[in-house]
């Protein structure tokens, strides 16, 4: 045979003695089945055998058909599935059974029975009825006969409509979605989704019209916007944002539930990677109600700015009646810091067992005048020794003190004739300037803490001011700039499991997608710029008065310092500004932005609170907000390790207790006792002094009191974290700063009024406004609506509808509260101690 005759005859040859479909498929036309609605049709499938079926209807005009597919098949291998592929008029589905789902850690889950709703079709009013054709081929490319059933049915219930509440079962291979038309008179709606089961896990997505519908686990996040769901979903979907105000409502089971922070199926650990058929069907109950108007938001706006500038007609009222008092008493001659008859007010200190108003303790001025040469001399001497115990600086400061002008005997006193002649008695008259003589006294007065001179110690408060403006610049710069990143990347993606919001009581403007929270924080600058208003007004006050030389305006009252209040207004200011940043996007990478400033605040009070009576021995700007930074800093590594890690919280016990101890130190010796290498020997002796050689009472009582509470309470905040380690770490760092500040306040108001001090009526007012406040502001701050310490599946638990003016949520409510209570909280600083204004600072006590 030639090789001519060879080459020809080799195509017959292969086709006789190779099987029928191993050289490829046939090429003979499947024949088409014309197939009925409603009905199952069995067949088999193999390379050479395929089936193509047809379903016909007639569209109308204004009526949307769809069907659904439910194909199943027994066949377990992997390699030759069952094809299925349906055509339309304008799309092309297709999938294979066994269906494959992949899971976590090379986990896959195969499902014999898969169900999916077509596209549907919707003609124009211009086309009239039309005949609509699906074809549903039927192949596999298996050597051997495969079993498959076939039924095709049409969904009457496919359209959701408004207010009506629709329930349906899904299953990872069978997913749901309906169509959803915008009525005429409503622009906005919100999808609300619940179940009565926790899981399995479900994805609850909104998409355009647009073919094909994205409705399995691996692609429902390729279009629309999304949300993971566990018993609770909500959408707020906008007319503007769907050309043909309608939309779809896809509705996709997951294979596993570590989205919603579920595991692993008991049922399914140690058979593999292989689960067949896992059952993991869900009920579902989907309803959609219309959202607010654009009137709702204009009202919700109004009601937001008005509400707060009724707290600046508040103030030009109080300042109003105020100068009216003063010119009436300026007229009537009577306006003077003393009580009329020419006699200054005086204010008795809190004595232990001395006389009353002249006890400084051992070495007390007044007392000098009555004691002998010998008691005088014992006296000095116990004091000298007791300071040097305390610090290791000279008692001569040299040129870094400032010595006080000289102030005689109060009149009406006694005086001993024969202490003032005494020629060989040493006066000593460092006493009356050294820092570390004077501090040490038993009772102190304004006037020993505040003798340094105004315009340096003014100067020193105003760095707290340009600190905190220069910190905000910094700080606030990058944080809008990565919550504007976070929105995009929201919008964009659609996914809408990155924020943390309230999904039911979600309003969004412009690109905003929770614009009821970022507007509810509006209170806190609006507060904090009048709160600026009330300092600056009192700072020009007090500038006119010192430009007059008053002399009760340098020698009565407390010392008028603003640059502490100044700042405080500055961080209520940011609070807002940061809270509302946070609130863009709410989630576990930025929680700190909303509580950075909180700490600042109570930090700064607790300042303020501790200069109004020790102006000289207060902080530093610097060291005030290097301690606050490395509070942030902690806060920070707590949210990220706080979590589970022990080690984490043993270090941070320590730290917590330590610093409780130091910082107690320096409040109870007035800021001599030096934190140094030489602390240790210092408190060996002082132990050994107060406790072993002779066991005597505190000398300073009633501070002593308040550092045990303090400690006690600090420490108890500590053991708590240690044994039950909560997670909200930020959260728990705010609570140890607001109940110091509180106890400290506290502590502040029992001891003026057991100081024979009175409280004027605006700062009596003021702090039964902010009792009564904080206490309902924090009953909202605990009404938990989310949480970005679980999933966001599991937060959405916890979501609640809106409860003012079907605009504001209990988190907005807490908003504008806490801003009130804020400012309240700053007047009782800024007006506590206005009746001393009439009282000399040596008569002033400090505790």
């Known amino acids: 045979m030639s090789g001519f005759a060879l080459l020809c005859g080799l195509p017959w040859l292969l086709g006789v003695l190779l099987p029928a479909g191993a050289g490829g498929r046939s090429s003979r036309p499947t024949p088409t089945k014309a197939a009925d609605f409603d009905r199952v049709y069995a067949g088999t499938v193999n390379i050479n055998r395929e089936e193509l079926y047809s379903f016909n209807y007639t569209s109308k005009p204004g009526q949307v058909d769809a069907a659904r597919v439910y194909v199943k098949s027994d066949s377990e291998d992997l390699q030759y599935p069952i094809l299925f592929v349906v055509r339309q008029q304008k799309g092309v589905l297709s999938w294979q059974v066994p269906l494959i789902f992949r899971g976590l850690y090379q986990r896959t889950y195969n499902y014999q029975e898969v169900s999916r709703t077509l596209c549907p079709s919707e003609p124009t009013p211009e086309m009239g009825p039309s005949e609509q054709i699906i074809f549903v081929d039927v192949a596999s490319m298996a050597l051997f006969d495969i079993e498959y059933e076939l039924l095709v049915t049409r969904l009457k219930s496919f359209q959701l409509t408004t207010d009506k509440a629709f329930n349906f079962t899904a299953s990872p291979s069978q997913p749901q979605y309906f169509l959803y038309k915008f009525p005429p008179d409503v622009d906005s709606v919100i999808i609300k989704v619940v179940s009565e089961t926790v899981y399995p896990c479900s994805v609850v997505s909104v998409q355009d019209i647009v073919c094909p519908v994205y409705d399995l686990d691996h692609n429902v996040e390729f279009n629309g916007v999304y949300q993971s769901m566990t018993k609770q979903a909500a959408i707020t979907v906008q007319k503007k944002d769907f050309p043909g105000e309608q939309f779809f409502v896809v509705f996709v089971i997951k294979p596993e539930d570590y989205a919603c922070g579920g595991s692993v199926p008991s049922s399914i650990k140690g058979k593999g990677n292989h689960t067949w058929n896992l059952q993991r069907t869900k009920s579902l109950q989907v309803t959609i109600v219309p959202s607010i108007k654009e009137s709702d938001y204009v009202q919700a706006m109004l009601f937001s700015f008005l509400s707060f500038l009724s707290f600046y007609l508040g103030s030009l009222i109080v300042a109003f009646v105020h100068y009216v008092r003063v010119q009436r008493k300026t007229s009537a001659g009577r306006y003077s810091p003393d009580d009329g008859s020419g006699t200054v007010a005086t204010s008795h200190p809190i004595t232990t067992g001395t006389p009353e ?133 929201v919008n964009v993606t659609g996914n809408q499991d990155i924020c943390y919001y309230n999904f039911l009581c979600a309003h969004p403007l412009g690109v905003l997608s929770a614009f009821n929270n970022v507007l509810s924080n509006v209170g806190h600058v609006l507060l904090g710029c009048l709160f600026l208003l009330i300092v600056l007004r009192r700072d020009i006050l007090h500038r006119r008065s010192l430009e007059a030389k008053d002399p009760y305006t340098l020698e009565y009252g407390i010392p008028k310092h603003f640059g502490l209040f100044y700042a405080m207004g500055i961080a209520l200011m940011m609070e807002g500004v940061l809270s509302a940043c946070y609130h863009v996007c709410p989630n576990y990478s930025n929680f700190q932005f909303d509580t950075s400033f909180m700490y600042m605040i109570a930090g700064l009070c607790m300042l303020k609170l501790y200069q109004t009576r020790h102006p000289d021995i207060n902080a530093s700007a610097y060291s005030a907000y290097a301690s606050f930074a490395v509070v942030i800093c902690l806060a920070v590594v707590g949210v990220v390790f706080g979590k589970n890690k022990v080690w984490f919280w043993v270090i941070f016990s320590v730290i917590h207790i330590v610093a409780s101890l130091a910082l107690s130190t320096q409040i109870y010796y007035m800021g001599r006792f030096k934190i140094d290498f030489g602390i240790f020997r210092r408190v060996v002796m002082v132990l050994y002094t107060d406790c072993f050689q002779q066991c005597s009472r505190p000398m300073y009582m009633d501070r002593m009191v308040l550092l045990i509470v303090g400690n006690l309470v600090n420490w108890s905040f500590a053991v708590f974290g240690l044994v039950y380690r909560p997670r909200d770490f930020a959260s728990y760092m705010l609570g140890i700063f607001i109940c110091n500040l509180l106890l400290y306040l506290a502590f502040y108001i029992i001891m003026k009024l057991r100081s024979s001090e009175k409280l004027l009526p605006i700062p009596l007012f003021c702090i039964v406004a902010t009792a009564v406040v904080w206490a309902a502001a924090l009953y909202f701050f605990f009404q938990n609506l989310s949480s970005w310490e679980e999933t966001p599946a599991e937060s959405r638990e916890k979501n609640r509808p809106c409860i003012l003016l079907g605009f504001f949520d209990d988190h907005d409510v807490w908003h504008f509260l806490s801003a009130a209570a804020l400012f309240f909280s700053f007047l009782v600083l800024l007006t506590l101690d206005d009746d001393l204004d009439s009282v000399r600072r040596d008569k002033i006590p400090v505790f």
């Open 357 to 489: 108003g002249n006890s400084y303790g051992a070495i007390e001025k007044l007392d000098l005048q009555t004691l002998s040469a010998g008691q005088y001399s014992e006296a000095t001497a116990n004091t000298r020794q007791n300071a040097a115990a305390f610090t290791d600086e000279s008692s001569s400061s040299g040129g870094r003190q400032l010595s006080s002008p000289e102030r005689g005997p109060p009149h009406g006193s006694d005086t001993d004739s024969s202490v003032e002649e005494e020629s060989d008695f040493d006066t000593m008259p460092e006493i009356e300037s050294d820092k570390n003589v004077i501090r040490t006294k038993m009772f102190l007065y304004l006037s020993d803490l505040s003798r340094k001179d105004r315009r340096i110690v003014s100067k020193k408060y105003k760095i707290y001011f340009w600190n905190i403006i220069t910190i905000a610049v910094f700080y606030a710069l990058p944080v809008i700039q990565l919550v504007i990143t976070y929105q995009t990347v």
